[in-house]
C-alpha cells in the first residue's frame, strides 16, 4: 500500500471476529468510522485508535490501523502522550457514557481543557452494558438496574453540557444508525483541536429503545438536524427553535407556509457558545433533540503550543547528553579504596 492507493472501508477492516451483541449499535458506528476514513483520505499507517474499557472500548481491535485498548477512564492521556509523540497521527478516542463521564471524568475534562488535537467519540446508551445493565452517569431518573433496583435517583449528566463546561471548542451529535453519522465524523476530522462528538447508541440488551422517541423512523421529526447558516427547523420545516427574548431561553415556534423568518427561527450560528449551551440542554418531550455541528470555535491545539514551546527552548542549543546528565551534584567514582 502506498499514497497513490485508494483505499475503501474493507481497508479499515481488520480479520477479527466483531464480537459485540446481536443488534448492538456499536456495528454501525463501526461501519460509519470505517466508510467515512477512505472518504477524508486517512492512512491506516497514520491513524491510531485509543479506547478505555467498556463494550465500545473493543473498537482498536477491528480497525486496520495501530490502536491501544486501554485501561478505565485513561483513555485520553494514552492519546495525549500518542499525539506528543507524534503530532502528524490523526488520533482518535473511544469510549462510552461511563468510561468517560465517571471514572474517566477528570481525564476527560483535561484532554478537552487543553484541546488536544483529536476525535473523541462518546458511545451513549445510558447503562452500563459490559458489567450487566448497571445504572450509568447518564441514565434517567427512575432507571431500573441492578444498582438501582427502585429506580436511580441520580439526575443525569449531559455528555455535551459536560464538554462545553470543560473548555471543549467542537462540540458535535450524532445516531449511531443515522446516514448524517459519517457527515458529524468528517466534520470532527476536520476541526483543528479537541472534537467531541457524543453518539446516541442503542443497547439492544440492557436499555433497548431508550433513545425511540427521536431515533425511530416514525419519530424523525423531533430531529433538529443543525447546520451552519441555516434556520433551526424541524417536523418537516413546520417548527423551529427560536429565542424568547424575556427569559433568555429557547423556545418552540410554528412555522406557517414556510415562513420563518416570520416565527423568528434562529439560524445557527456554531461560534455561538451560549446558545450551544441551550441547544444541548433543550428538555425533550417539549423540544427536538440536537443534532449534528452544535458548536465549533477553533484555537490553537495543545500539542503545536508544546512543539512551539519546546522549539524555542532548544533554539541556539547543541544536544549534550552527557552535560545533562552531569548538570548538578555528580560524583566520580575511582578504583582507590576509602580507608577509614
Not at 427502585?150 to 453540557?161: E, I, L, N, Q, T
Not at 444541548?280 to 449534528?292: D, Q, S, Y
Not at 484555537?299 to 508544546?306: C, Q, R
Not at 522549539?311 to 552535560?323: C, E, H, M, S
Request: charged letters at 20%.
Amino acid at each position: 500500500m502506498n499514497e497513490m492507493t485508494k483505499l475503501t472501508a474493507k481497508d479499515f477492516a481488520t480479520d477479527q471476529e466483531v464480537r459485540w451483541c446481536p443488534g448492538c449499535g456499536d456495528y454501525a458506528v463501526l461501519k460509519a468510522v470505517q466508510r467515512t476514513l477512505p472518504e477524508i483520505g486517512v492512512r491506516p499507517e497514520n491513524t491510531v485508535f485509543v479506547s478505555g474499557i467498556g463494550c465500545s472500548s473493543r473498537f482498536p481491535y477491528y480497525m486496520e490501523t495501530y490502536g491501544f485498548h486501554t485501561i478505565h477512564g485513561r483513555a485520553p492521556t494514552f492519546a495525549t502522550g500518542i499525539k506528543l509523540a507524534n503530532p502528524d497521527l490523526s488520533v482518535w478516542i473511544i469510549t462510552g457514557d461511563g468510561d468517560a463521564l465517571s471514572i474517566g471524568g477528570n481525564h476527560t475534562m483535561h484532554v478537552l481543557r487543553r484541546n488536544l488535537d483529536t476525535q473523541i467519540l462518546l458511545f451513549n446508551n445510558e447503562i452500563y452494558g459490559l458489567t450487566k445493565g448497571q445504572y450509568s452517569p447518564t441514565s434517567r431518573v427512575g432507571t431500573r438496574s441492578p444498582s438501582t433496583p427502585f429506580g436511580s435517583v441520580d439526575r443525569p449528566a449531559s455528555p455535551c453540557a459536560f464538554a462545553l463546561g470543560s473548555g471543549a471548542r467542537f462540540i458535535a451529535r450524532g445516531i449511531d444508525v443515522h446516514k448524517n453519522l459519517p457527515d458529524v465524523l468528517k466534520a470532527a476530522h476536520a476541526h483543528k483541536g479537541a472534537a467531541f462528538v457524543e453518539i446516541y447508541q442503542n443497547c439492544i440488551v440492557y436499555n433497548d429503545d431508550v433513545f425511540a422517541p427521536f431515533t425511530a423512523k416514525e419519530n424523525a421529526g423531533n430531529q433538529l438536524w443543525l447546520k451552519a447558516g441555516e434556520p433551526m427547523l424541524f417536523q418537516g420545516g413546520t417548527r423551529g427553535i427560536a429565542l424568547d427574548r424575556a427569559a433568555l431561553a429557547l423556545k418552540v415556534v410554528d412555522v406557517v407556509d414556510g415562513d420563518w423568518q416570520s416565527a423568528g427561527v434562529l439560524v445557527h450560528d456554531p461560534r455561538n457558545r451560549s446558545v450551544a449551551h441551550m441547544l444541548v440542554e433543550m428538555p425533550f418531550g417539549a423540544f427536538p433533540t440536537a443534532l449534528g455541528v452544535i458548536y465549533e470555535d477553533p484555537a490553537p491545539t495543545f500539542e503545536s503550543a508544546v512543539v512551539e514551546q519546546n522549539a524555542a527552548a532548544a533554539k541556539g542549543k547543541t544536544p549534550d547528553l552527557q552535560a545533562l546528565v552531569s548538570k548538578g551534584q555528580s560524583w566520580e567514582v575511582t578504583k582507590e579504596p576509602h580507608v577509614i
